[in-house]
């Protein structure tokens, strides 16, 4: 396997879903190719990052807003019935 | 392999003490007969017309709605805006939900769309989902600029530097590439719903997921790079 096919594969290589054949291919060009190694790792650290990171925080103000609306809809709706 | 925790099922639970109040002027929240765990009984209840049952599924997918309104529009207004018409307009078109899918994958759906028509506003000609047709920032550019990061490179950050350093990425990163990221490593949506969702293949899905991916690394290189000192 070479670079740019390690590039390829790399998200269902992080994702978990390559076959085994091609993992094992592309696990043994990492342990000799420093520049990919550091790219899977980083790429990897990215995405742990974001899954990670504070989630956007819902206000109050935005949700009673959104808890309102919805109200006027469910009343609207019923009047119709 | 999992990178990310978020749970299978797509629901974070709520913080401990989150108020459930309708409104302000209506403090008393509804309650509904149908077990809260099961998804396809509440949206069956709610098509009945119990609008407990709604609210039910709206209390579980809020957070999640609006962060993902929040990252795509960038833009607390839009955002909100989306959310709630992503909300209303599932509530009003609950008769055409046909359960193919699961409820959260159609209310994401909806939401995608009002958060981009929003963003289409902002930014008339910014904003395709079409491929680029000069992407010069793919897989050929990988290797142009390799920066180790050391072990635990977002500890270099307070939370809140680091959540703006994220925030600014993301928010330079191209709609269409943007979108996947948000929905499969974000929201933990799965690659074949991310291409139900967006109304492209799951080969596209997974081309735009690795151009995401890479983009968002080259953009992280500058704040991540490992020290002298590491």
Known sequence: MNCKKVILELTSYLDGVLDSSMRIDLEEHLA?????????????????????????PLPQDVRERLHSALLERFRRNSKTI | MVLCQISADGRIPPPLGAPRRLSATDPKPLTSTVVRDDESALVSAAKAGDAAAFEELVNRYERKIFRLTMNITQ?????????????????????????????????????????????????????SLDEPLNDKDGEDSVFREIVDW??????????????????????????????VFLLRDVEGVSTEETAQILDISVAAVKSRLLRARLKLRQKLNKYFRRSEAQ
């Open chain 2, 150 to 179: 050391g072990p635990s490179p977002e500890k270099k950050f307070a939370q809140t530097e680091l959540n703006e350093i994220l925030n600014s990425v993301i928010g330079e990163l191209d709609p269409i590439f943007r979108v």
């Open chain 1, 32 to 56: 000799r190719c420093t520049d990919c190694r550091i790219v899977v790792d980083t790429t990897r650290k990215t995405i742990q990052i974001f899954c990670n990171s504070d989630p956007v």
């Open chain 2, 75 to 127: 833009n607390r207004e839009d955002a909100e805006d989306s959310m709630q018409e992503a909300f209303l307009k599932s509530f009003t078109n609950l008769d055409r939900f046909q359960g193919d899918s699961r409820f959260y994958t159609w209310l994401v759906r909806i939401a995608v769309n009002e958060a981009l028509m929003k963003l289409r506003k902002r930014r008339p000609n910014q904003v």
